[in-house]
């Protein structure tokens, strides 16, 4: 019996799936749970687990291809016996064509015509998706893959020109956020002199005890918790013409990768100690970078946190994750003479924090309100200071 293998629903706010990669082809035997395919969304790179025993069947979507939810995708033969070579098709005529792979990998028969166009205009057969019968790549097929590599900018995410599903998925989630969402941004440094201490001091004690490095990112994470605590409408998003409040307070916390960024969530944020922080942060940036976020990993966050000083960053203006209201970057910390009481001079350790926000839920006091309360977390933070 054929089972019809759809794209899954992932989370509730992702309408559509990319297949990045094909691990079954036709033919093959495949156990039910298996992994038969990645998929890439805008939040998560997934394993897709086989939802029967069989023999793989027809590939509906070639990789690269994105299609929304629910939309078949591949066929399982699961009547066949798994020692069974697969359904076997029927012989072609004999032809001293050269076989060329396709975009879903099975072997095609191109023209004498097709393969000298394509060799003329420098055209990759195996790129193509024909439109002649059969699927087979035609003349015009080749002369417009011509045109479009042409008028192609040399740049890319990939050596053989196109943009991996990752980067795409990127693109598409910024580009709605940047057209949708009308944003204003704002800037405010912080006196993190006592912040740096506590970390340098108690790093190497906080290490035996909880098993994970201390760093800056626990006491930012806490300093935005209690302040979205404090000013509800920044831990908000603006959803059919009005506003949601959110009572959970869950911190998006955006991990550089060498595919692509990502946002693993971190639940309940307000209710953690640092230890907890740093633990739980750890744990979802190590899972981030080694590709082992699961869905629930990247599900219903509120506010998201971009640590691009780590980069080197002085000063950003993030994008906001829709359909959160609001985004915050913590910049470089460096060192600067700084005006303190009774107008005396000191070599101060500075920060800046950049805040992006949406201003159909938040007006520009809320905002500010915010990013203070975040600031007078962080200086508050001495060498003494219990962690």
Known sequence: MPVTVTMPEVAETIVEGTIAKWLK???DPVERYESIAEIVTDKVTLELPSPATGIMGELLVAEGDTVTIDTPI???HSDVPLESPGPIAAPEPASTETPAPSPNGRAARHSPLVKRLAEEHGVDLSLIRGTGAGGRITKADVLQAAETR??????SSSSDGRVDPVRRAIAQRMTQSAHDIPHVWTMMEVDVTGLVAIVKTQKETFRQREGVNLTYLPFVLQAVARALRSSPEVNSSWQNDSIVLHQDINLGIAVARDKGLIVPVLRNADSLSIPDLARQANTLIEKARDDKLSPQDVQGGTFTVNNTGALGS??????INPPQAAIMTTEAIVKRPVVVADDAIAVRSMMNLCLSFDHRPLDGHQAVGFLGQVKTVLEEITPETRI
Do not use: K
Request: proline share 17%; net charge neutral; hydrophobic share 55%.
């Open 314 to 319: 002085i000063l950003s203006m993030p994008l």
């Open 25 to 27: 082809q036709p033919g």
């Open 74 to 76: 591949a066929i399982i």
């Open 150 to 155: 042409a008028s192609t900018p040399i740049a």
